[in-house]
């Protein structure tokens, strides 16, 4: 599976909109993006996923790039409760072996 | 209403010793799986699990072996424990071989502390 690089942290204020950026340059045509979230102490937790076109769902939305070589996790009302590690993985489709979930996105909401 | 609970959510153990974690999902998944974080919070797949198929990742000691007495149950077990095994283990399970559709649904994770 391809890497991908994200920022280390990042700052957002309670009630603006969280914008997660990832780098995933080498990804091959038949990769998908998916993001996960780990609040502490808790297990990940699936927030979305796509392929190349832009995505929404009651979580986030996910905005690909049209080379997808990178993409954007936009939390649209951060809240307090966002306050997690945001991981950021490409993987190929009902593949499952050799994941590996990085260091991902410490995403601090400031109230 | 827990989805996907493991038990128990502490172990400390004495290096050697044998230890198992129990999982169990109640989302009628076909697929569970086991992951491990570790102290640098890189979390890696261990094995995946369904229908009687087992994957492993290469990289896993066998000294760790899953055991499924059902769809809905994957145990681990894990034989001659070592400081190294000292780690968060996840379980999981999805719909689908990989999660493709609708991603993994996690546990909440078992602290493994070997001494």
């Known amino acids: 599976d391809a890497k991908t690089t994200q920022p280390t942290s990042m700052d957002c204020a309670e009630g603006r909109a969280a914008n997660l950026p990832c780098n995933h340059s080498t990804i091959s045509g038949n990769e998908y993006v998916y993001w996960y979230r780990q609040i502490h102490s808790q297990g990940p937790q699936y927030i979305i996923h796509g392929l190349k076109n832009n995505e929404t769902n009651e979580m986030a939305s996910l905005i690909i790039t049209e080379d997808r070589k990178s993409s954007t996790l936009i939390l649209p009302h951060a809240t307090l409760r966002d306050t997690a590690v945001y991981y950021c993985?490409?993987?190929?489709?009902?593949?499952?072996?050799?994941?590996?979930f990085g260091k991902g996105t410490r995403l601090h909401i400031l109230p | 209403d827990t989805a996907v609970s493991q038990t128990p959510k502490y172990l400390v153990t004495q290096m050697g010793n044998d230890k198992s974690i129990k999982c169990e999902q109640n989302l009628g998944h076909d697929t569970m799986y086991w992951y491990k974080q570790d102290s640098k919070k890189f979390l890696k797949i261990m094995f995946s699990?369904?229908?009687?198929?087992?994957?492993i990742n290469e990289t896993v000691p066998n000294r760790f072996s899953p055991k499924s007495p059902d769809k809905a149950h994957l145990n681990l077990h894990i034989n001659s424990l070592e400081l190294g095994d000292s780690a968060v283990y996840f379980c999981?399970?999805?719909?689908?071989?990989?999660?493709?559709?609708?991603?993994?649904?996690f546990g909440s994770g078992t602290r493994l502390t070997v001494v």
């Open positions: 699990y369904n229908n009687k198929e087992l994957i």
């Open positions: 999981a399970s999805s719909q689908e071989r990989g999660g493709s559709n609708y991603g993994y649904t």
């Open positions: 993985i490409v993987r190929v489709a009902n593949r499952d072996d050799k994941i590996i």
